[in-house]
């Protein structure tokens, strides 16, 4: 089936479809999340040293940020429901490599394979919400479904590893969401009609290894760079990924089958989407993906007590994204990300100001302002993302988006890291004064992010 009448689609397909997708993009981010609460206990299990730690939480990022642009064509020219499974089941894969790991090398290249996989997990997801709900008010509701199911994954991840941590160990969260991945493949397979674009793109697999490989030396070159940014090991690198990604631009201007049309950057809405994922990914995410070993560490709060904090930031945006969906017409999806993005910014600021002494209370008004703004941020990400490409090609402009969000989470932990954790001083002072800095860093991520998006105006 094409994308030629998605009005037509039953309502009962249309709610197994979306319940499919959201669940789909659920364990995505569950995975994700996972070792967020718990990354002191896996750091010391595998031996990390800090750069390791910092692999830890940035390596599903490049999986996630390089595949999504072509799992994106992929579902869109070979059918959404294939690719949706197909990926489930390399993220259950991931998951299982991820619960038997015995070193940092081999859970951080298992945890690219779960990105790889939940990459086509999350393109195809929202281009089967896009085929089966009209654009329009039935989009937005789902949209704010799917953007629900974000912040959901985000909220259970650290959770489900931080209790099973406490009872068995942080290994036994991978087991479970493998299971639950391999069910959700098969249920996709058997609940959810196939449905492709009436005009395929084709591959662009050497675009999607040049944009891996140039983000993966940029992360190499700002881990390395903390021991010395004028050594000649982060200098190398630097000029690698320079040149990697110079070449995927080049690539993707001259291809006829490119993976993402650079032209739709001179899209104003296309442009403030992605402007926007980026900033959230280099903004809020990075500063959450860092918070639980930094409350651990200096702080003294245990996995669950951290991935309860987490909790409360990612609950509230599911509320609020839920919520999202009443908005009126008249606040336009470019406002709602503007907005979203100063409030995740605020939110931020609030969290500065720590002392080695602060307790779980200090951290709580800023989660939650920080929560309510990721919520808007999530279901017009989600709408805005299908919404600004043109018709039928859902899964591009899904795949560019999410790409945008973990490019950004991606480089983002890593700063954060570099700019929270001195390298020659680990100190619990040393360490806030770091939090404090990564805090404003991202704020003003958000804020710039909020300033493109605004003077994204539409052109007449």
């Not at 651990?296 to 930031?313: H, K, P, S």
């Not at 800023?366 to 709408?383: D, E, H, P, T």
């Not at 680990?426 to 360490?431: K, M, Q, S, Y």
Request: aromatic letters at 4%; charged letters at 10%.
């Amino acid at each position: 089936m094409t994308d030629t009448a998605p009005s037509t689609t039953s309502t009962t397909n249309s709610t197994r479809a979306l319940t499919i997708a959201a669940l789909g993009t659920l364990l995505t981010l569950m995975a994700f999340t996972a070792p967020l609460a718990t990354i002191n206990s896996t750091a010391a299990d595998l031996m990390s040293d800090t750069a390791g730690r910092t692999w830890i939480l940035s390596s599903m990022s490049i999986g996630l940020a390089a595949a999504l642009l072509t799992t994106g064509t992929v579902a869109d020219d070979f059918g959404r429901r294939r690719t949706f499974a197909l990926g489930a089941a390399v993220l259950a894969v991931g998951a299982i490599v991820c619960a038997v790991s015995p070193n940092t090398l081999i859970f951080v290249l298992a945890r690219i394979l779960q990105g790889l996989g939940g990459a086509a997990v999350i393109a195809s997801s929202l281009g089967i919400i896009a085929h089966t709900h009209p654009a329009g008010p039935v989009r937005a509701k789902a949209s704010g479904v799917w953007g629900a199911s974000v912040g959901a994954g985000i909220a259970l991840g650290p959770l489900l590893a931080a209790a099973l941590d406490r009872v068995a160990s942080w290994r036994e969260a991978y087991v479970v969401l493998a299971v639950a991945t391999v069910a959700l493949a098969v249920a996709a397979h058997r609940l959810v009609e196939e449905s492709r674009s009436d005009a395929p793109r084709g591959l662009d697999p050497i675009g999607a290894l040049l944009l891996a490989t140039g983000i993966g030396a940029l992360l190499a070159a700002l881990v390395e760079g903390r021991q010395g940014w004028t050594a000649v090991t982060p200098i190398v690198l630097f000029v690698l990924a320079v040149l990697l990604l110079a070449a995927f631009v080049i690539l993707e201007l001259r291809s006829a089958t490119a993976m993402l049309d650079l032209t739709l950057f001179r899209h104003p809405p296309f442009l403030a989407a992605t402007v926007a994922a980026l900033a959230t990914g280099g903004g809020i995410i990075a500063l959450m993906s860092y918070m639980p070993g930094f409350v651990g560490t200096v702080l003294g709060i245990d996995a669950l007590g951290a991935a309860l904090l987490l909790f409360g930031w990612s609950a509230t945006s599911v509320v609020t994204a839920l919520l999202a969906r009443r908005l009126p017409a008249s606040v336009s999806g470019r406002t709602q990300l503007a907005i979203g993005l100063v409030g995740v910014a605020i939110g931020m600021l609030m969290l500065t100001g720590l002392s080695e002494t602060a307790s779980w209370p200090r951290l709580l008004p800023g989660l939650l302002v920080a929560g309510i703004a990721s919520g808007v941020l999530n279901a017009a990400l989600g709408r805005e993302a299908v919404a600004s490409v043109p018709a039928g090609r859902g899964g591009m402009g899904s795949g560019a988006n999410n790409t945008a969000r973990y490019v950004g989470s991606a480089v983002g932990v890593t700063v954060v890291a570099v700019v929270a954790v001195p390298a020659s001083d680990h100190g619990a002072t040393a360490l806030t004064a770091g939090w404090n800095t990564a805090a404003l860093v991202t704020a003003a991520i958000s804020v710039i992010g909020a300033v493109v998006v605004a003077a994204s105006r539409s052109r007449r």
